[in-house]
């Protein structure tokens, strides 16, 4: 297996447009989770899903985010405006795992570093 | 929620020398540990995990501790090596869709 794919590596953007990251999850895994690195803030959870269903999007840190899962091997997300402080690295992970309580490893793909100047 | 700590944020040691990085964990509810390792310019990797009805696992130079009772977990890396060089994160999971609670990350440096 390829393992998680990101769309793209690295996005330059100016202030105010909109950015889509994409995220390709291993196949066959269910659960989807979207992070924000920076270095004052480490790891943040955003988004996960589960079965294509959000779960929770308490992560999210305003209306300008959102993310969409249409399908098992797709799912975006959306920053609509972009501003500087959305500069992070921005990474995609899939796993097997469901409601009931199922312990597995979360795979990580390599990241979308976002700056928007 | 659960809420993860990790210390210490960074930790220099010299090649050959062991690495300690402690975690403590809030929820007597989780039940799965994983540590990742991350790379410059890499997402990161898991590189050991343990679950609740163990207390110690190893896998060749690196292990890793749990205490349910004081909650704390520990890896440890024996006989460091400069390619071990990364930032390392803890984290805990209740099991719930899997969803996992990072602590801070530790940086380690190994000096050949």
């Known amino acids: 297996d390829a393992g998680v794919i990101q769309s793209p590596r690295h996005e330059v953007t100016e202030m105010g447009q909109e950015v889509t990251l994409r995220c390709k999850p291993i196949s066959g895994h269910n659960s989807l989770f979207w992070y924000r690195q920076t270095m004052m803030r480490g790891l943040e959870l955003l988004i996960y899903?589960?079965?294509?269903?959000?779960?929770?999007d308490s992560g999210m840190p305003e209306d300008r985010f959102s993310a969409k899962m249409p399908n098992a091997s797709f799912s975006t997300l959306k920053i609509q405006p972009s501003e500087p402080r959305d500069s992070a690295v921005y990474f995609c992970a899939s796993s097997r795992g469901t409601s009931g309580g199922d312990l597995d490893e979360q795979f990580f793909g390599p990241g979308t570093r976002l700056t928007v100047l | 929620g659960e809420n993860v700590e990790q210390h210490p944020s960074t930790l220099s040691v010299q090649e050959g020398d062991s690495a300690v990085i402690k975690c403590t964990y809030s929820d007597s509810a989780s039940n799965y540990f994983p540590w990742y390792k991350q790379e410059l310019g890499k997402g990161p990797q898991l590189i050991i995990d343990i679950r609740s009805n163990v207390g110690e696992k190893k896998d060749q130079r690196i292990a890793v501790t749990l205490n349910k009772t004081a909650k704390h977990f520990s890896l440890h890396i024996t006989e460091t090596q400069p390619e071990d060089s990364a930032v390392y994160f803890c984290?805990?999971?209740?099991?719930?869709?899997?969803?996992?609670?990072f602590g801070s990350g530790t940086k380690l440096n190994v000096k050949p």
């Open positions: 984290a805990a999971s209740t099991g719930n869709f899997n969803k996992f609670y």
């Open positions: 899903f589960n079965n294509n269903v959000p779960i929770d």
